[in-house]
């Protein structure tokens, strides 16, 4: 079992900058990546970056970039020249070893024109 913890969203203007954070407990050492998906209203949820644990490998989806600190536990996507339609709710993900998914609860980001 893994608990993930989401914080750092809220309102932010066109051309501004967040940082999320997830913050991890329970069998992290079974993490194989953490990464990040948003929703936005009557849309599909969308990877927008995954990062591995040991941070050899991630994706990253135009403007933001994804780190990971291992001695916190804690995954971090820094957006920056956010744009309106970045407006969503972004969920913190972890994949174990064993392929199974873990969800955050979610955290609104929303972009003012």
């Known amino acids: 079992q893994v608990q993930l913890v989401e914080s750092g969203g809220g309102l932010v203007q066109a051309g501004g900058s967040l940082r999320l954070s997830c913050a991890a407990s329970g069998s992290i050492f079974s993490i194989n990546s953490m990464g990040w998906y948003r929703q936005a209203p009557g849309k599909q949820r969308e990877l927008v970056a995954t990062?591995?644990?040991?941070g050899s490998s991630h994706y990253v989806k135009g403007r933001f970039t994804i780190s990971i600190d291992n001695a916190k536990n804690t995954v971090y996507l820094q957006m920056s020249s956010l744009k309106p339609e970045d407006t969503a709710v972004y969920y913190c993900h972890a994949r174990l070893r064993s392929w199974d998914d873990y969800w955050g609860q979610g955290t609104q980001v929303t972009v003012s024109s």
């Open positions: 990062i591995t644990r040991d």
